[in-house]
């Protein structure tokens, strides 16, 4: 709400929906695809901070299928480069503040060979998914990305039935949990503690 808010300042003429705004204009899922027709941007801002992995509905079903190009929060940058297309979204933590990042939208707004840039993975229809991917591969070689046609229940059955060489691991909750911030799991409503996963 204060990186909004901040951003407002700005951009005093920021469309905000939702009950958190108190307006009259709550916004259920499934008319945000319509309601975004005309607009260029969306902040996918998620609910959580550096949460890994953690990208919702708003980041592919709401932004990205609705062609407006998506202003991220959230999760770090690389978890969005592992999966997103190449320089489809902007990323709220490359800005030095919500200032910075209003001034460039409003710069892309009027300037519309830049906005175009962040349609181009669209308009190239010569390369697969998995070429788009690849460039992110070669621009950021330190995260390794997930090519469309390597997940899923696919890849799941190309690990089963190539990979030979065993993996154990003794701790689920180790392995998923415990490298991962508190404020990311979610608690036991019963105990109001994180969730014990450990067998």
């Given at each position: ?69 998506p202003v991220v929060w959230g999760t770090r940058k690389e978890d969005y480069l592992r999966i997103a297309p190449p320089h489809s979204f902007i990323h709220a933590e490359d800005f ?93 409503d019963e105990f109001k503690n994180p969730v014990d996963y450990s067998y």
């Open positions: 709400m204060n990186y909004i808010n901040e951003m407002v300042k700005i951009v005093p003429k920021l469309k905000r929906y939702g009950k958190c705004f108190k307006n009259s204009h709550h916004v259920i899922p499934t008319m945000l695809r319509s309601l975004l027709q005309g607009y260029k941007f969306y902040l996918a801002f998620e609910n959580s901070l550096h949460c890994k992995d953690y990208i919702t509905e708003k980041f592919f079903e709401t932004a990205i299928l609705s062609n407006v190009v030095s503040s919500p200032a910075e990042l209003s001034k460039y939208l409003l710069y892309l707004d009027t300037n519309d060979s830049a906005y175009r840039e962040y349609f181009r993975w669209r308009e190239s229809p010569e390369k697969s998914w998995d070429d788009l991917q690849l460039e992110v591969k070669q621009s950021h070689p330190q995260i390794e990305t997930l090519y469309y046609r390597s997940t899923g229940y696919k890849e799941l059955c190309r690990k089963l039935i190539l990979d030979h060489e065993p993996k154990t691991i003794p701790s689920l909750q180790q392995f998923f949990f415990d490298t991962e911030d508190k404020h990311c799991l979610a608690a036991d």
